[in-house]
């Protein structure tokens, strides 16, 4: 946990003590009354936190913002909807490495009951996204889909994005040589655990996808997000400097 989220309703009211925020003040970061900590704004600014008062009951903190975020990577990401436990890993990494949006879609091979898991239904999925943007040390969340059907997002895409879909079977090149510009937003579409099925790649190819793929070796569909994301992010020159936001040091 390097940066500390807090909702805009939490942040006028005390931190109860079994909360797993007030575990990290108190036991990993040893703070005391009068130390500050990194803290953000989820979708806000990112700032210090002062630990004002303590009892056996609650945390009292004060804040002090700093400026608006950046706007986040123009990267959205389609994924054929996978097993819950993978989703729950692509939301925290995908979250953690900045995509601007994540669209989890069925598709003709994907399982139905994927879509009615109590992850989606429950609201849990969200608090994977606070666990990755906590990682990350920034406060932004991307938005989130899940459910629709492959062609019904496509059309709601935006028409300017480039497009790259992978896939093992009918790619002509890796994703470490697709051109891409530094100035234009991109698409990445991944199959579900099965693949695309043959209407679906058509489907893709029709709507200006360019299939590539990440190599000879058949991945977990969580380790070629990671592993796709890592590349296209280095092609449009996101990969700053270290440091770049001036995290603390304990």
Known sequence: MNLILFEPHEIDAPLPRRDRRAAHILDV???RVGDTFDA???????GKATLAALDAHALSLTFAWGAPPSPPDPITLLIGLPRPQTARDILR???TLGVAALHFVTTEKSEPNYARSTLWSSGEWRRHLILGAEQAF?????EVSHGRPLGECI??????????ALDN???PQPVAVCHLMDDKPVVL???PERGWSAAERALLRASGFAFCHLGPRVLRTETAVVAALALVRAKLGLLGPLNMFGISTP
């Open 40 to 46: 953000g704004l989820v979708n806000g600014p990112r």
């Open 138 to 142: 920034d406060p932004r969340l991307p």
């Open 189 to 191: 579409a991944i199959g």
């Open 155 to 164: 059309a709601a895409l935006p028409s300017a994005a480039a497009r790259l």
């Open 93 to 95: 990494d995908a979250t």
């Open 29 to 31: 970061l040893r703070r």
């Open 169 to 171: 079977y009918e790619s």
